[in-house]
Every structure is written in C-alpha cells, then in structure tokens.
C-alpha cells in the first residue's frame, strides 16, 4: 500500500533552518504531484509548498522566499527546505501525494520554532 513517511522534524531557534524529508512507496511517484501542509494548534491544515509532476512549484505567501521545496524521483522523495524559521511556522507538516481524485498523507512531523 502507499506509504509517506515524513523526518527531519525537530526543535529550532526562530532564525534557523530545517530540512523535511517526505519518503513514498508503493506509488509512482513521478506521476503525483507532490505537497507539504501544516497545521497549528487550533487553526486548519494550510497548503505551505506543492510541486507538479513536471517541477512546477506553488508557495504560500507566508513562506515565499524562506521556503524551497524539490523532488528527487530517483528516490521517491520530495524535500522541504526551511530557512528564517520564525516562531509562526510552528505546526505539524505533512507530506501530501496527490494526482487525480486520489490523495494520500504521511502522518506529519512536528516543527516547533522557538523564540
């Protein structure tokens, strides 16, 4: 069955960079188009960074310029880079894998930003 397993979650000073990780199988991989939510205490999940199967990329305005997200198909991976993490970016990031009407979601790593 499809699997999204996301790391590189963790504790961070707000200025500070993290990198996710999103690891799939059981898919092909190439043909989703690729997604990282998150979601804070008490507000919804929101889209922060979404990559087409032809590298086509979409940013929340909230993280434009701080965030960098990529895939390697090779390995079936899509990556979030982080940087100027700011204590608003706190929340459980999730890693989507969408095409079509089908959609499947990793279980979420948590990002806490301190100040």
């Known amino acids: 069955q499809v699997q999204l397993v996301e790391s590189g979650g963790g504790l961070v000073q707000a200025g500070g960079s993290l990198r996710l990780s999103c690891a799939a199988s059981?898919?092909?991989?190439?043909?989703?188009?690729m997604g990282w939510y998150r979601q804070a205490p008490g507000k919804q999940r929101e889209l922060v960074a979404r990559?087409?199967?032809?590298?086509?990329?979409t940013y929340a305005d909230s993280v434009k310029g701080r965030f960098t997200i990529s895939r390697d198909n090779a390995k079936n991976t899509v990556y979030l880079q982080m940087n100027s993490l700011d204590p608003e970016d706190t929340a459980v990031y999730y890693c989507?894998?969408?095409?079509?009407?089908?959609?499947?979601w990793g279980q979420g790593t948590q990002v806490t930003v301190s100040s």
């Open positions: 059981g898919m092909m991989f190439s043909m989703y188009a």
């Open positions: 990559i087409t199967s032809d590298g086509s990329t």
């Open positions: 989507n894998a969408g095409r079509r009407f089908v959609n499947y």
